[in-house]
């Protein structure tokens, strides 16, 4: 305890202690966190139970009737209508954890903490799509990876999302703080809603454009990236020559001028 | 230093202006010329004044080719004896092939050892004492210069070359044309002269070709790989189409030249959102068809954001607004991206009215 003391006014103290305190807090903090309820059986749409749900928790932004929101500054919304979005969109959002929204920033990112059981996700969108026709969720069989044909589906997802999600679906930035995120690890159903229905800044790639027997091949090229590992090691994100490009000039050659420092030091 | 060089540098130091004594005009201290300081003395080394210590330098320097010789063994036996597609998992990497790693460390190790080795054998073993060689004349004597100038008025003059002046010019034509058949190939390796062929696309009526230009007639937009015509009323709010003409994935070669001239966006807005009277004569009913191939240098521009109806360009982030007649908002592209005039044909399908009005892609000399 001595030396620990005797350490007190090292000017690295005052950070380490700030660490240690903000490390206990957030292990307590997930320690009693409550946790998303255990998704039961879907029952029946009770299209009723779901308005309840919605003016509940989303009509702030969305309006009590889904009709949409100003914030009152210009032209700023606070939350679009959702008439027609359909029951997709609100699957779409509300399981990968965008919605409902932490805070009005300029993209809701995904989120591991989903707010709602299944259950609950389902009255919800069974309400949102009675308001008026809208994309329907797919079925298990419309979004099976193994029954698409990741080569098709290749040729696809570079003419049509390479441009944002970047060639082998890592990401990449957009306008003003707005990205496309990465669609690894995304489930199958998860990228097929999102195709059908353009969250955000992305575009809409309905059955007009790309028919399901199409969406379910991105769906086959994307797992298959997936599953194709990473044989040579430390992927730098995957995004390609700029990630790759400045670790070599920053490690590799900070690396190269450092050795050549000392070879031209004098011995002894 | 000896005595010398430190009286001379009291010597200096005599006649500066003091800082204390405020704004006082110098005398000038700089002495006439400065000394050569020399060479610092020689620091012996470990090495250099124990026996114990050189051998054991020795041994280290064995040790590390010793270790680039491990290195090469691990590298053989690796390449040999490990299956490519055994994966293994390493701290701060993630999984990776094992071969690839072992190859990796072996290889690295055979270059480290032989390099460290040779660093350390020169730090500790190798004479590191200084030494000045002075440079040599580059002169010749002036025995050999006279004989070089005998040479060539002499001997040279057996030639008769300044007794025969048609020997000297056919010569010197001869050398001097001889240049010729070196230049040629390099500017005829440019290739032929563009022509029209960057001014026009395949959709004035065809392969755009150097040449002369084909006679236009509306062309479906076909979805691209697909190649299936697009019906006005697939392109819902908010949809983009990656577009080319008909006809052009069918071409026997050449598809590439003419995809990455005509390649097209089309989007379909909300028409009370679009600001620009032209877009919406030039679209129909909202569905608006622009170059895909950036006004910069040419990459294709292919992110549209939906929400602000934006479309960033991946390279240089030049931003266009997809509701103001794709006008530049941001980055480095200077004109906005050419619009194509589309219609509907008796079937229902979107078909070009009209080729583009100007070149697509970035600026070139004869752009008109």
Redesign the interface.
């Known amino acids: 305890m001595n030396a620990l003391a005797a350490r007190r006014r090292h000017p690295a103290a005052i950070a380490v202690l700030l660490l240690i305190g903000l490390f206990l807090m957030g292990a307590a903090y997930s320690a009693v966190a409550p946790r998303p309820a255990e998704a039961g059986v879907v029952s029946q749409d009770d299209v009723s139970e779901g308005k309840q749900l919605f003016q509940a928790n989303c009509a702030s932004c969305h309006g009590l009737n889904a009709e949409g929101r100003k914030t009152g500054s210009g032209d700023a919304i606070a939350g679009p209508t959702l008439a027609g979005v359909g029951a997709a969109a609100v699957d779409f959002q509300m399981s990968t954890g965008r919605m409902p929204m932490r805070a009005p920033t300029a993209q809701a990112p995904r989120s591991d903490t989903i707010k709602f059981s299944e259950e609950d996700i389902a009255k919800i969108s069974a309400y949102v799509a009675s308001l008026a026709p809208g994309p329907a969720i797919p079925s298990e069989e419309m979004v099976d990876p193994t029954k698409g044909d990741p080569a098709k589906g290749g ?2 997802f570079r ?2 999302c390479a ?2 999600h970047n060639s082998s679906g890592a990401g ?1 930035a ?3 703080g ?1 990205y ?1 995120p990465s669609l690894m690890d995304v489930a199958p159903k998860d990228i097929y809603m999102a195709m059908e229905t ?1 969250p ?7 059955d ?2 790309l028919d399901s027997t ?1 969406k379910r091949d991105i769906i086959a090229f994307l797992k298959s990236v997936e599953e194709g ?7 730098l994100g995957r995004l390609g020559p700029v990630t790759e490009g400045m670790f070599a000039w920053i490690f590799g050659l900070g690396l190269l001028v450092g050795i050549a420092v000392w ?1 031209g030091k ?3 | 230093m000896n005595d010398q060089d430190i009286t001379a540098a009291e010597g200096f130091g005599k006649d500066a202006v003091r800082l204390d004594e405020g704004h006082v005009v110098g005398q000038g201290g700089i002495p006439d010329r400065f000394e050569n300081p020399g060479l610092p003395p020689h620091v012996p080394r470990g090495a250099d004044l124990s026996e114990a210590a050189a051998k054991r330098a020795e041994k280290q320097v064995a040790g590390l080719f010793t270790l680039s010789i491990l290195g090469t063994v691990l590298f053989v036996l690796a390449y040999f004896l490990v299956d490519i597609r055994t994966m293994a998992y390493l701290p701060g990497i993630g999984d990776m092939s094992l071969q690839h790693v072992l190859l990796g460390v072996g290889m690295g190790l055979a270059l480290l050892g032989i390099g460290l080795g040779a660093v350390h054998w020169a730090k500790t073993l190798m004479p590191d004492e200084e030494v000045v060689e002075m440079r040599h004349p580059m002169r010749s004597s002036d025995a050999d210069r006279d004989e070089v100038v005998r040479i060539m008025k002499e001997e040279g003059g057996k030639a008769q070359l300044s007794r025969r002046p048609l020997l000297k010019y056919t010569l010197g034509g001869a050398m001097s044309l001889f240049a010729l058949p070196v230049l040629l190939p390099v500017l005829g390796g440019l290739g032929p002269m563009p022509q029209k062929s960057m001014s026009l696309t395949f959709w004035n009526g065809g392969p755009s070709g150097p040449g002369e230009e084909p006679a236009f007639t509306p062309m479906r937009l076909m979805r691209d790989p697909e190649n299936t015509a697009i019906k006005a009323s697939d392109v819902t709010i908010g949809s983009v189409f990656h577009v080319l003409p008909e006809g052009l994935l069918d071409l026997e070669h050449g598809v590439l030249e003419e995809k990455a001239k005509a390649a097209v966006l089309l989007m379909r807005l909300d028409p009370s959102d679009i600001k620009s009277q032209k877009e919406l004569d030039w679209g129909h009913q909202g569905i608006v068809a622009y170059s895909k191939i950036c006004t910069h240098v040419g990459c294709p521009v292919g992110l549209y954001e939906q929400g602000t109806h934006h479309l960033l360009c991946p390279c240089h982030q030049s931003t266009f607004d997809v509701t103001d007649d794709c006008k530049v908002i941001f980055g480095p592209a200077k004109r906005p991206l050419p619009q194509l005039k589309i219609t509907v044909d008796d079937e229902g399908y979107l078909v070009s009215a009209q080729p583009f009005r100007e070149a697509v892609g970035p600026s070139f000399w004869e752009r008109g």
């Not at chain 1, 590992?229 to 992927?235: D, M, Q, T, V």
């Open positions: 040729e696809l003419v049509n441009m944002c990449g957009l306008t003003r707005k496309a353009g955000q800044s992305m575009p809409v790639f309905n007009t454009n199409a590992g990473n044989p040579g090691g430390l992927s070879l004098k011995a002894a």
